[in-house]
């Protein structure tokens, strides 16, 4: 069989401990034997960020900036015990978090669905996407506990030096708590573009939600930018779709999200969005089938699984026992980004091979086959068995092949 044929390369980066031994599994069993796979490879294992004193981290985001499409594995984030652990010269700050930087980009996450693990709300049948606006707010506050009466004033300085806001917050009678937040338009902004931009991509409905009947300037600065960005560049878009934009209030939304089916991406400010998507991803089952999207506000992708790097499964695998970790959201991240790059060139094979490992994956699972983590969420009435990773990722690669023949 004639291997299908890429065009522009899409940007690999490699990572760390189960998911760097998973990300060679599905390279050499699903997807190197049918693609003449184009990737501009970055490793961004920790001993090479080490090597390069993290540079490949951001020669690997410029990359993505450059050709668009990026596929990412689960990397370490250092912190103490891994500094000694790998030796390290400096705490390296997190890849995402770098990525993210560069990129100035929202990151939507979304769960994969199968028949035999029900969400714990039963009328969710689609993916619910949260969309978290990662930056400023509670995040970034300065406070400050007064321990004695005193008033407590908000106080604005222009930059020559004018003051042209002060208005007391409150006068303390006793000691109590206090807290500044901030966000900025132009981050308000980027979160909005790419949040439209995700929309369209994915032709789903954008829901978003603030307070902003008790938060009359700072709530409402999210909505009026987002409703303006809206009908300035992307209403038309939307309307030749057939999808909306939908805004209401947080508690409202959170309301219609119960009762509703799923099948959109919900927008939400950062400390709303920290909560929700936990919520979300643990009634949809399990972190393991959690895909991740980083959307820049200028339309480039950053493809990605939710989860860490399974530490705890890598430690049993290096003493060589059988490891049964699953690799559906990293499969996905690929799959993610081979489609997405399959559109921006207008490869149609490229796009059909995406579409048929995504269905030779939820195949495999709809069969009864599983790793160990999804076996114990199966409702009453499936039967499951579990498998350990690489005769799982067999088994897809059967099932692959009949499609593709
Ligand atoms: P984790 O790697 O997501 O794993 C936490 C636990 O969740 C695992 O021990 C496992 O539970 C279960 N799990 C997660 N993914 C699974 C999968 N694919 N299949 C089966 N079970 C899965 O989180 P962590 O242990 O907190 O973090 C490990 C490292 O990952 C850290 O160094 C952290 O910095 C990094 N991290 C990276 C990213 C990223 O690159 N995007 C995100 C988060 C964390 P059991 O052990 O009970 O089976
Ligand atoms: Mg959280």
């Known amino acids: 069989m004639e291997k299908i044929k890429m065009t522009t390369p899409l940007v690999e980066m490699d990572g760390d401990e189960m998911t760097r031994i998973i990300w060679q599994m599905i390279k050499d069993e699903l997807l190197l034997p049918f693609v003449d796979l184009k990737t501009e490879y970055y490793d961004l294992g920790l001993p090479e960020r080490e090597k390069t004193k993290d540079k490949v981290t951001f020669d690997a985001a410029y990359a993505n900036q450059k050709y668009g499409v990026s596929v990412k594995c689960a990397t370490i984030t250092p912190n103490k015990q891994r500094v000694e652990e790998y030796n390290l010269s400096e705490m390296y700050k997190s890849p995402n978090g770098t990525i993210r930087a560069i990129l100035d980009g929202t990151v939507f996450r979304a769960p994969i669905i199968i028949d035999s693990i029900k969400p714990a709300v039963r009328n969710w049948k689609k993916p619910i996407t949260i969309a978290r606006h990662a930056y400023g707010d509670v995040y970034k506050a300065t406070e400050y506990r007064p321990e004695t009466e005193g008033k407590a004033e908000l106080v604005f300085t222009d930059k020559n030096g004018n003051e042209s806001f002060r208005q007391t917050i409150y006068d303390f009678e006793c000691p109590g708590v206090l807290q500044g937040q901030y966000n900025k338009d132009t981050s308000i902004r980027s979160f909005a573009h790419s949040c439209f931009k ?20 700072y709530d409402q600065t999210f909505k009026l930018i987002f409703q ?11 309307e030749r779709l057939g999808i909306t934009y939908f805004y209401t209030l947080i508690d409202d939304a959170v309301a219609r999200v119960i009762r509703s089916e799923g099948g959109y991406i919900w927008a939400c400010k950062n400390y709303d969005g920290d909560v929700m998507s936990d919520m979300v991803s643990t009634a949809f089952g399990s972190l393991a089938m959690m895909t991740s999207v980083l959307v820049s506000p200028d339309g480039k992708y950053e493809y990605e699984a939710a ?26 991240a690929w799959s993610g980004a081979l489609a997405k790059r399959a559109e921006l060139d207008g490869l149609s094979d490229l796009a ?41 990722i067999k088994e897809i690669r059967a099932r692959l092949e009949k499609k593709l023949a």
């Open 352 to 392: 059909s091979f995406a579409s048929k490992l995504e269905e030779a994956c939820l195949d495999t699972l709809n069969d009864g086959i599983m790793t160990k983590d999804l076996v114990g969420l199966v409702s009453e009435g499936f039967s499951a068995k579990a498998v350990n990773t690489i005769t799982f």
């Open 307 to 332: 989860h860490g790097t399974v530490t705890r499964h890598y430690y049993r695998y290096l003493k060589g026992e059988d490891t049964s970790t699953n690799p559906m959201a990293t499969i996905f």
């Open 228 to 238: 303006e960005i809206y009908e300035n560049d992307y209403k038309a878009e939307f």
């Open 198 to 217: 995700y929309a369209i991509s994915t032709k789903q409905d954008l829901w978003f939600s603030t307070k902003d009947t008790i938060s009359k300037q």
